[in-house]
């Protein structure tokens, strides 16, 4: 987050690697639009994690490698970098690189000679396997400079690491030392640790045709900028990266004083200028037509629209019925609380006959050992909670996958059944999973946005997961005060989640729970 200030702009007018991919209204932003940061505790950590997986994968580099030139930062860095290349050192580390006119810029982590030239390899502090997106090959990093192992494909999700690839590659070869195979290489979180090696000719687009385009725009972008710093050369549109963007209180807020339609999920700057031309511009206009309007990526827009538009959760269906809201004699909340996917804690809220009993099982030794006796006993007590007239809640698929994670790890089991899936199959329901198919929500289907509408709010006033990964390391220095905001937090989850099903069993006319929610179809209200 930022404040407005009154301080010179930061960055100027230069361009580097983790820029590529960022939409252009933040590139201005960053450049032009004073401000002063604010500290975040969740980014200041992401980033030192960050620094702390490099240092890790450098070590072991190493301890393979005696041919490495190491770039200490300073004004002659992109000197000695150049020198380094020159000399035909095997593998650079820290090296600076920037075109001839001074404003692209770069500061690739690694630089690899193949057989002809050097190509950049990023080391990032998250996982870049996965089942689907562009085809690449993995090698050790003892064979780095051999980019021709298995092939696996590189997630798509992660496609911007592969522009800042592209970025270094061009700086190398402006500079004269570029490999003549487009490759470029990352090295994620996955361990042991390897490196993807990606052709980035390929694609469609491919890597280095979307970088250039997306170079070119941005340097318009920042020229523009540097004229008329007052206003970006693309107004915002609201998108998934926006969340972890310094300037999202900024933009979201411009955007909401317009009822801006790309506050809708699935609605881009595409589809919003589609719209304008039609003369349907706000988020109440999207709320007032079909919802199979082909003008529109999906109908769950308009549904979104009406709730937005109503301030409200709205019903899926279009009765006015009683809603099956799930309900037994005996209902239990369940959540857990993670570390870096170890277990540590899980709160049990056990609800019978309108009376809750908070019985948390936790243990805060952040070892192997401390999590195998925590799922251990959460084994046991889901087990003994297995009555068919008990029905135990959570919010999302996670329980039921870390569950079976930490069971397959340390060789556990839920009594009497072959599988964590079997037990959650015969006893469990995901509550956020049935709140999609019920109900429409203004904005997402997070329980720490649907329990507010419920009625319910967190005590404290920071509350989430990754918040609290911060909370537990405190625990792990020392800090036995972190505890208890770790058991209140926890606590307030699966309240929140019996305070849902309360607020919808209150809206009922005599026909049954949610009856008088009205239908998202019986537009307008």
Not at 23 to 36: E, G, K, Q
Not at 318 to 327: E, F, I, N, T
Not at 422 to 446: I, M, Q, T
Request: with cysteine.
């Amino acid at each position: 987050m930022k404040d407005t200030s009154t301080i010179e702009p930061r960055r100027g007018r230069r361009l580097g690697g983790a820029d590529i991919g960022l939409c252009l209204t933040r590139i201005h932003h960053d450049r032009f639009t004073p401000a002063v940061p604010i500290f975040d505790e969740v980014r200041s950590r992401d980033s030192a994690r960050g620094h702390e997986h490099e240092a890790d994968v450098l070590a072991v580099l190493s301890s393979q490698h005696t041919s490495i030139a190491s770039i200490e930062q300073g004004r002659t860095a992109v000197e000695e970098t150049l020198a380094a290349m020159a000399s035909g050192a095997r593998l650079i580390t820290g090296g600076r690189l920037e075109s001839q006119d001074g404003i692209s810029v770069g500061a690739p982590d690694l630089l690899v000679w193949l057989d002809d030239g050097y190509a950049a390899v990023e080391i990032k502090n998250h996982k870049i396997l996965g089942t689907n997106g562009i085809v690449g090959t993995v090698t050790s990093l003892a064979d780095i400079a051999q980019p021709f192992g298995d092939p696996v494909k590189f997630r798509g999700n992660r496609r911007r690491d592969l522009l800042q690839v592209a970025h270094y590659n061009r700086l190398v070869g402006e500079a004269g030392y570029a490999a003549s195979a487009p490759l470029g290489g990352v090295i994620g979180s996955e361990e042991p640790y390897g490196c993807v090696w990606v052709d980035l000719a390929q694609g469609d687009p491919s890597i280095d045709l979307e970088y250039q385009t997306m170079l070119t725009a941005s340097l318009v972008a920042i020229e523009e900028g540097s004229r008329h710093r007052g206003s970006p050369i693309n107004p915002p549109w609201w998108r998934t990266e926006c969340k972890r963007c310094d300037w999202s209180e900024l933009c979201s807020g411009q955007l909401a004083a317009v009822n801006d339609p790309t506050l809708l999920s699935r609605v881009d700057a595409d589809n919003r200028s589609a719209l304008a031309s039609d003369d349907i511009t706000t988020i109440n206009d999207v709320a007032n037509l079909s919802p199979q309007d082909d003008r529109l990526p999906n109908r769950s827009v308009v549904l979104q629209a009406r709730a937005r538009t109503a301030g409200q959760l709205l019903r899926q269906d279009d009765g006015d019925g009683a809603l099956r809201v799930p309900s037994a004699h005996t209902e239990v909340d369940f959540d857990i609380e993670t570390y870096g996917g170890v277990i540590y804690l899980a709160g049990f809220l056990i609800t019978t006959d309108g009376q809750s009993t908070f019985e948390p099982v936790f243990n805060w030794g952040g070892t192997p050992q401390a999590e195998a006796a925590v799922v251990e006993e959460m084994f046991n007590k889901l087990a003994s909670l297995s009555g068919d007239d008990t029905i135990v809640q959570h919010w999302t698929n996670y329980e039921r996958r870390i569950l079976t994670e930490a069971g397959e790890r340390h060789g556990l089991s839920i009594p009497g059944y072959a599988t964590v899936d079997e037990w959650f199959d015969a006893h469990a329901v995901d509550l956020c999973d049935w709140a999609r198919k019920n109900l429409v929500s203004p904005n997402g289907y997070g329980l720490k946005v649907i329990a507010p509408l419920c009625g319910f709010e967190w005590r404290d006033d920071d509350p989430g997961g990754r918040q609290s990964e911060i909370w537990f390391e405190h625990v792990l220095a020392g800090d036995d005060e972190m505890k208890a905001r770790l058991l209140e937090y926890n606590e307030d989850d699966v309240v929140a989640q019996l305070a849902i099903r309360r607020w919808l069993r209150s809206k009922d006319d005599g026909t049954g729970p949610g009856s008088t929610i009205p239908s998202v179809h019986n537009w307008p209200l």
